[in-house]
Structure formats: C-alpha cells, structure tokens
C-alpha cells in the first residue's frame, strides 16, 4: 500500500523466535526456531501499519552471536537504510546481548531512519507471550517520522529505549529491558509519546562508519570480586588482546594486588578501561585510581559489556589514550 511507510524485518533469532514444547513452556524452549516469514504471517495487524518485508540474516540465540555476525548484520543495515524504499528497519534479536547489537549499530550506522531491535522474554508458543506485541511497536516505531534522528531504538514492553543505554536488568520477567537515565518514551496502540531524547553522539553524528570497518580488534573484559587474581587479566594481557574492560566494584575500583597486572597489560602495548559492575551510576576519572598516571580511560556510565563495544569500534580509529577517553565522555 502506497500510503503507508515500508519496513524491512532483520531477524537474527532468539526467543522472538523460539518455541516451546507446551503453552505453559515459558523458560523451557528453544530459541531461534521460527523464521520471518512465519513471524510476518502470524502477525496481520502489520499490514494494516506498514509494508513489511523480512529477511533471515542469522537464526542464533544470541549468547552465541559473534564479531563477525555484528559486523554482517549492521553493513546489512546501512546498505538498506540508503535504499529510498525502506523507511525503517527493524531488527528481531534474542534479549541477552541485544544492548550489545543495540549500541553497535547506535555507533556505527549512518542514517537518520529509524532503527529498531527487539526480542521477547517468553516464546511465541507460551501463554501471555509478548513477542508479538513488542515487534508490532517495533514495526510502528520503525515506520514513523517522529522516531527519525533519535538514533538506534528498542521496544520492549510497551517502553522505547535508546540502544546505547537500555540494558538487559532482569531475566525470566517481561519487564527485563531498562535504562539507567529513563525510557525516551513509550507507544501504546501504535501510537508513539515521547519525553526526551538522547544527547550522547548517535548514527549520522557519529565519526565511525561501518561501511569503512573491516574487522574489530579483540577486546576482553576481565571482572573485579572480594578475593580477585591476576589469572584473568594475565591470560587477556597475554591473548593478544588490544583492550582490557575491568568490570571493577563499587565505582570502578581495582583490588590493590591487581594493579601491578594491569599496569603491566599496560605498558605491554593493551588499553586498560575501567568501568563498574555496579549496574547504574558512573565511573570518575582519577577517582579510586590516578588513571592520568597509569594511562588509564574511564568508561564514564558503559557496563563493561557495553565499553567492550565502544571500544572495539574506537580502536579501529585510535589507540591514543587521550581520544580514547573523549571517545568514552561523548559516545
Ligand atoms: N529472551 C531471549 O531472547 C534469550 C535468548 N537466550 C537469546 O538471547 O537469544
């Protein structure tokens, strides 16, 4: 139908399209079962919304998604969002490391389209599954004017999301996605409210472009706990590595027995980047650590999974210190 906005469907998997064995299976199932057509068809009320088309691009649960699945998928999403017929691109992800693609794309797609990744908690054979509901507002965001330029978003129940600060809060319930600093609006019967919007440099404001990167150095992340060792920062430093996230306690801080390691891992060439395993609040610099004088970065409010993003996509530009850390205050 002319009138109405086209919308391509990017599914990679997960529990949008897993399948139980009964009704009542709503943890117990299979993730990435059911392929986009089947998703498309079970949901009518899309037509009456948007041209929808689908593509497969992977069929994973996403614990399993790899750097390279990341960059297929989000060169996929620049070559369509600079086609003039697709107005919005959705893409149906498995939850677990969706903040992940999510943040991703946020940095490295250059479009003022709407994108939009979803999953579900539940698979779409459980009672009260809420798959389908969650892809209908992604599918009405993904088709809307007033959801251009607001960067890569998520829609999960009832809820939309910046993909660079929504992050999985809670397993097994319905209510798993949130964000630290607030939702930028929620939709409900397909209608968009909106009440902020993202300040932190997105998409077409971004200086990195997946249409140049051709391969992401490895980053690994090492976590800070009561009774910490040197055997995870010792074996990363020694991987090969070209960053180290330390996931440390409270505001970022690092057992004093590890520090020698990591200043070690340091001066061996790696980036060391502290951040927090405190879910929410931020890591300041040269607080808890003189990281001036280790030649530290601080990942300003990014969980260690979310730095190891930003991280491997900055380090495809610099491995400078300096724009290191104005990489992490402005991204
Ligand atoms: N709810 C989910 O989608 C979880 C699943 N393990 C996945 O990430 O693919």
Redesign the pocket.
């Known amino acids: 139908q002319q009138a109405l906005p086209n919308v391509v469907i990017l599914a990679t998997?997960?529990?949008?399209a897993?399948a139980g064995a009964s009704a009542v299976n709503s943890a117990t199932y299979a993730?990435?079962k059911v392929g986009v057509e089947k998703l498309i068809a079970g949901l009518p009320e899309l037509s009456k919304v948007a041209n929808v088309r689908g593509e497969q691009v992977f069929q994973?649960?996403?614990?399993?998604l790899t750097n390279d699945n990341l960059m297929t998928l989000a060169k996929r999403v620049s070559a369509l969002s600079k086609q003039s017929d697709v107005d919005g691109i959705v893409i149906t992800?498995?939850?677990?490391?969706?903040e992940e693609t999510a943040y991703f794309l946020t940095l490295t797609v250059h479009t003022s389209k709407p994108i939009v990744v979803v999953?579900?908690?539940?698979p779409g054979t459980a009672l009260s599954a809420d798959g389908a509901l969650n892809l209908y507002n992604a599918v009405n965001v993904a088709g809307s004017k007033d959801a251009m330029g607001k960067g890569v978003l998520v829609t999960m129940n009832d809820n939309i999301d910046t993909g660079r600060d929504v992050s999985?809060n809670v397993?097994i319930k319905t209510n798993?996605f949130s964000s630290q600093w607030g939702p930028l609006g929620m939709i409900v019967e397909g209608r968009n409210y909106w009440f902020r919007a993202p300040v932190k440099r997105h998409t077409m404001n971004s200086e990195f472009d997946i249409d140049s990167i051709t391969a992401l150095p490895p980053v690994e992340i090492a976590m800070g706990y009561e009774g910490v060792s040197s055997v995870a920062i010792d074996a990363i430093a020694k991987s090969g590595a070209k960053a180290l996230i330390h996931g440390g306690t409270g505001n970022g801080s690092v057992a004093d027995r590890i520090v020698p390691n990591l200043q070690k891992a340091r001066a061996d060439g790696v980036i060391v980047i502290r951040s927090a395993r405190v879910p929410d609040g931020f890591v300041i610099r040269n607080a808890e650590q003189p990281d001036d004088k280790y030649d530290w970065v601080v990942a300003h409010d990014l969980r260690p999974q979310k730095a190891r993003i930003l991280a491997m996509v900055a380090l495809t530009k610099t491995n400078n210190t300096k724009e290191l850390q104005r990489i992490f205050w402005e991204y």
């Open positions: 998997g997960g529990t949008i897993g993730a990435a994973v649960a996403s614990e399993s992800h498995g939850t677990d490391t969706l999953g579900s908690m539940r999985k397993n798993a």
